[in-house]
Antibody, heavy 118, light 106 residues
Framework: QVQLQESGPGLVKPSGTLSLTCAVS?????????WSWVRQSPGEGLEWIGE???????NYNPSLKSRVTISVDNSKNQFSLNLTSVTAADTAVYYC???????????WGQGTLVTVSS | EIALTQSPGTLSLSPGERATLSCRAS???????LAWYQQKPGQAPRLLIY???TRATGIPDRFSGSGSGTDFTLTISSLEPEDFAVYFC????????FGLGTKLEI
C-alpha cells in the first residue's frame, strides 16, 4: 500500500518561499509515472499545482508556473515543492498525490496546512 | 481553457435514495481522463471513478460513472450514511482541472 506524507513549515511570511516535501513509502517513486502537488484553499476547490516524473521532467499549472519548482529525489524516495513570492492567496492545504497517469490521483497524502502571514 | 461545472451545488437526500451528480465540460473532453473524487471534512480526496466509468480499487458498486463529450454523471444507487460528503469531478489531461464540487447532504 503506497503512502504519502507531506512535511514542511506551516507558516510562511509574505514574499517568502513555501517549501514542502512528500515522502513516499510502500513503493518506489521510480515505479510510477507522475507525482503531483495539489492545493485547496479554505472553503475552496482543488487546484493542481504541478507534477514531476522520476526522471525529473516536470509540468506546471500555467497560472503558477512562474513561481513553482517541483523536484524529485529518487535516492530518498521523495519529491518536493517550492513556491516563491507567496501571498495570503497561497494559504491552503497542500496535498501530494500519485498521478495523474491514466487512472487519476489514486493515492494522496493527508495534507498539510500552510498559512502565509507575517 | 476548459472549465468544469458541477451541478447541483448542494444535493439534499436521505439514506437509501439515489443520487445523480452532474459534471459539464465547457468543451468536449476525452472520457479517458475524467475522474470523480469524494472528500470528507478534514480528509484528502478519495478516488472513486477514473476513465469516466471505471471504479477505483475498493470502491463499492453502488458508485457508477457515465458520460462522454461534455456531459458526465456520477450515480450513487442507494445512499449509505457514509456517502454524505463533497464530490469533485476532474479532467486530468494536460494541466489537470477540478470542478468546484457538489455537496451531498442529508
Amino acid at each position: 500500500q503506497v503512502q504519502l506524507q507531506e512535511s514542511g513549515p506551516g507558516l510562511v511570511k509574505p514574499s517568502g518561499t513555501l517549501s514542502l516535501t512528500c515522502a513516499v513509502s510502500g513503493g518506489s517513486i521510480t515505479q510510477t509515472d507522475w507525482w503531483s502537488w495539489v492545493r485547496q484553499s479554505p472553503g475552496e476547490g482543488l487546484e493542481w499545482i504541478g507534477e514531476v516524473y522520476h526522471s525529473g521532467s516536470t509540468n506546471y499549472n500555467p497560472s503558477l508556473k512562474s513561481r513553482v519548482t517541483i523536484s524529485v529525489d529518487n535516492s530518498k524516495n521523495q519529491f518536493s515543492l517550492n513556491l516563491t513570492s507567496v501571498t495570503a492567496a497561497d494559504t491552503a492545504v497542500y496535498y501530494c498525490a500519485r498521478g495523474p497517469g491514466l487512472t487519476g490521483f489514486d493515492y494522496w497524502g493527508q495534507g498539510t496546512l500552510v498559512t502565509v502571514s507575517s | 481553457e476548459i472549465a468544469l461545472t458541477q451541478s447541483p451545488g448542494t444535493l439534499s437526500l436521505s439514506p437509501g435514495e439515489r443520487a445523480t451528480l452532474s459534471c459539464r465540460a465547457s468543451q468536449s473532453v476525452s472520457s479517458i481522463y475524467l475522474a470523480w473524487y469524494q472528500q470528507k471534512p478534514g480528509q484528502a480526496p478519495r478516488l472513486l471513478i477514473y476513465g469516466a466509468s471505471t471504479r477505483a480499487t475498493g470502491i463499492p458498486d453502488r458508485f457508477s460513472g457515465s458520460g462522454s463529450g461534455t456531459d458526465f454523471t456520477l450515480t450513487i444507487s442507494s445512499l449509505e450514511p457514509e456517502d454524505f460528503a463533497v464530490y469533485f469531478c476532474q479532467h486530468y489531461g494536460t494541466s489537470p482541472l477540478f470542478g468546484l464540487g457538489t455537496k451531498l447532504e442529508i
